[in-house]
């Protein structure tokens, strides 16, 4: 989903923006996608590489490097000066969010917490 909504938003990373007008524009459109559909899923392994490789793909589109220019990920980072920060800030939101679950009296705490009565 995170992949379709950058391609349909590919006119706003042209070359005239600064750089970091399309990293900004990038975190805030994209990762939205990125985190409503990532933040319900469990942790797998599989699931984290995809992201992570999402991440980079995302930041080779925007400074258009393709994959046959052999430079690797973290070069890639290096050109756009950015760390991978991805999977931190779904785990920051994740834990954000089962903090503010558990703050509350509510079934999905009772749920949550394995406390649901017969």
């Known amino acids: 989903m995170a992949k379709n909504a950058f391609n349909h938003r590919k006119e706003l990373l042209r070359k005239s923006l600064n750089k970091d ?3 900004r524009i990038i975190k805030a459109i994209i990762w939205s996608v990125a985190f409503y559909v990532a933040e ?7 699931d984290i590489w995809r992201l992570e490789a999402f991440e980079v793909w995302m930041w080779r589109k925007m400074e258009k490097i393709s994959w046959r220019d052999m430079k690797t990920n973290e070069k890639v980072l290096q050109v756009v000066q950015e760390e991978r920060s991805l999977m931190d800030a779904i ?3 994740k834990k ?14 009772e749920v949550t917490e394995g406390r649901m009565n017969e």
Do not use: F, Y
Not at 96 to 109: D, M, P, Q, V, Y
């Open 21 to 23: 007008m399309q990293k």
């Open 40 to 46: 319900t899923w469990t942790n797998k392994e599989e």
């Open 91 to 93: 785990w920051r939101r």
């Open 96 to 109: 954000n969010w089962i903090g503010h679950i558990l703050r509350g009296e509510s079934l999905l705490r």
